[in-house]
Nanobody
């Protein structure tokens, strides 16, 4: 049984920072690509960031590039998302996801097999 558990969400003022955490269990973590998606009320789920199994390649959605950083620690089975210069538009539920190691379209939610329950991020103006 695979479990992904997010934490670290909360309320922050615009311009501030948050660090999200995802702890994985029940899977060969080091052989999965890991990603972060987010979904705001009334909007489609949006790709935020992804990182390969080796941790040597990272990819970012347009809204995240330059402000967010994804990282992973295979020894601890964790993946983090550092979010800086937050904007009210970043308000959403953020989901951690695990995908097959051979996945290629890492910005597509269909490439991911496992999902966490989500953590709420609210950015006030």
């Amino acid at each position: 049984q695979v479990q992904l558990v997010e934490s670290g969400g909360g309320l922050v003022q615009a311009g501030g920072s948050l660090r999200l955490f995802c702890a994985a269990s029940g899977l060969t973590f080091s052989r999965h690509v890991m990603g972060w998606f987010r979904q705001a009320p009334g909007k489609e789920r949006e790709f935020v960031a992804a990182i390969t199994w080796s941790g040597t390649s990272a990819y970012y959605g347009n809204s995240a590039r330059g402000r967010f950083t994804i990282s992973r620690d295979n020894a601890k089975n964790t993946v983090d998302l550092q979010m800086n210069s937050l904007k009210p538009e970043d308000t959403a539920v953020y989901y951690c996801a695990g995908g097959r190691e051979w996945a290629t379209q890492l910005d597509k939610s269909a490439e991911y097999d496992y999902w966490g329950q989500g953590t709420q991020v609210t950015v006030s103006s």
